[in-house]
């Protein structure tokens, strides 16, 4: 059974990094799955942050772009998202979702396995 | 970006009830539409992908429809477990985007 699972710290304060990290256990970061992050705000909507694959490779969403890092470690089978410069209006549950697709990373992608969430306030 | 809407935002239903959702793209995604099933506290959970098929282990009550840029999910026979809010997304282009959600409540 896939499982993912999000780590990292659930209070930053105001214009410093977040910093997550995605456990994928029962799947290699490798081959034909891309690996994504998606937030949700208190009460809102989701919204896609980012993917990445094993080349490397990543597609970020514009509004966070400026910020945002995403990288990949194979030898542990974990990837990570940074966020810098945070706001309040970061606040949210972060998840890491594994990302299949029937085409490209691009396009026919759909969210199979996600992580159970992990909470992330910004605040001083 | 392509714009995600669902309508309505909330329904409220009974057990056994029939219960359609509609997704509308803001220009036309053929068939990569994806539908997501989250309960309060819960991580979402993939029901269709992409606009029809079946996510292994999602019963055959659920059913997608759609081309383009207009979809519906319907549940028929609704049960307990089919409660909380359901959501659209989009792989048709990037940014991937998903709908406002519409929440399914018991009656």
């Known amino acids: 059974q896939v499982r993912l699972e999000e780590s990292g710290p659930g209070l930053v304060k105001p214009s410093e990094t977040l910093s997550l990290r995605c456990t994928v256990s029962?799947?290699?970061?490798?081959?034909?799955?891309?690996w994504a992050w998606v937030r949700q705000p208190p009460g809102k909507g989701l919204e896609w942050i980012g993917t990445?694959?094993?080349?490397?490779?990543?597609y970020y969403t514009p509004s966070l772009k400026s910020r945002l890092t995403m990288s990949m470690d194979t030898a542990t089978n974990q990837f990570s998202l940074r966020l810098a410069s945070v706001t309040a209006a970061d606040t949210a549950v972060y998840y890491c979702?594994?990302?299949?697709?029937?085409?490209?990373?691009?396009?026919?992608?759909?969210?199979?396995?996600w992580g159970q969430g992990t909470m992330v306030t910004v605040s001083s | 970006d392509i714009q995600m809407t669902q309508f309505p935002s909330s329904l409220s239903a009974s057990v056994g009830d029939t219960v359609v959702i509609t997704c509308r793209a803001s220009?036309?995604?053929?068939?990569?539409l994806n539908w997501y099933h989250q309960q309060p506290g819960k991580a979402p959970k993939l029901v269709i992908h992409?606009?029809?098929s079946l996510q292994p282990g999602v019963p055959s009550r659920f059913r997608g429809s759609g081309f383009g840029t207009d979809f519906t999910l319907t549940i028929t026979s609704l049960k307990p477990e089919d409660f909380g809010t359901y959501y659209c997304?989009?792989?048709?282009?990037?940014?991937?985007?998903f709908g406002g959600g519409t929440r399914v409540d018991i009656k």
């Open positions: 990445i694959f094993d080349s490397g490779d990543s």
């Open positions: 220009l036309s995604i053929t068939t990569y």
């Open positions: 997304q989009q792989s048709s282009n990037l940014p991937l985007t």
């Open positions: 992409p606009a029809s």
């Open positions: 979702a594994r990302l299949a697709s029937v085409v490209t990373a691009s396009v026919g992608g759909f969210f199979d396995v």
């Open positions: 029962n799947s290699s970061l490798i081959g034909s799955y891309y």
